[in-house]
């Protein structure tokens, strides 16, 4: 059955509609690629509107799913989101439309900079334009950790590893890493 569901998905991105999802795919990643500042976490609750809610191409627990395994893998957060949720919805196309959607618009806009705008670092409209982008930025990279605590099924062990592993990254300055590499091996202990 399982296989069943993946066949059936990937045959609904065939032929002519299949090329209308994937030009469809590839705007929502390559806009939020675009319009998107403070990087991949930024990124995060915007595709996930456009993925789980307007367009229902994924269930919300599947995301959350994907979004842990961006996490854990290496690499920039909003191409590896890009890359699972590509190959959840289009197989090998859907990751590779994703991941230039989501990596074309920050290489145009570096190489436009890098052509055009000498000492921009100096100029005082981009310093203002930063220091005002920073306390929404902030936000929009809480939302997705708020979002996942809601929807933590781990119940009280869950929340107390949660604001552990905040601690001893914010405070302590302790690699991630070494924290998710600890939760898995207790994960695996425990069960």
């Keep these: 059955m399982h296989t069943d569901r993946k066949t059936a998905k990937r045959t609904a991105f065939k032929g002519g509609r299949g090329l209308i999802k994937y030009l469809k795919l590839f705007g929502i990643f390559f806009k939020i690629g675009a319009f998107t500042l403070g990087g991949g976490y930024a990124m995060l609750p915007l595709i996930q509107n456009e993925i789980v809610e307007k367009n229902n191409w994924i269930k919300e627990d599947e995301f959350l799913e994907l979004l842990a395994m961006a996490q854990s893998a290496p690499g920039p957060i909003a191409v590896n989101v890009a890359v699972f949720v590509g190959y959840k919805i289009g197989g090998l196309p859907g990751t590779i439309i994703t991941s230039l959607g989501t990596v074309l618009p920050s ?9 055009y705008f000498k000492d921009i670092r100096s100029n005082s409209y981009v310093e203002g334009f930063f220091k005002g982008v920073k306390p929404a930025l902030a936000a929009l990279i809480a939302v997705p950790a ?31 890493v070494w924290i998710i590499l600890a939760a898995a091996i207790g994960a695996i202990l425990i069960k």
């Design 146 to 176: 708020i979002k996942m605590a809601k929807k933590n099924k781990s119940g009280a062990v869950g929340t107390i590893v949660s604001l552990l592993s905040l601690y001893l990254v914010a405070v302590l300055n302790i690699s991630p």
């Design 107 to 115: 290489f145009l806009i570096i190489l436009l900079i890098a052509m």
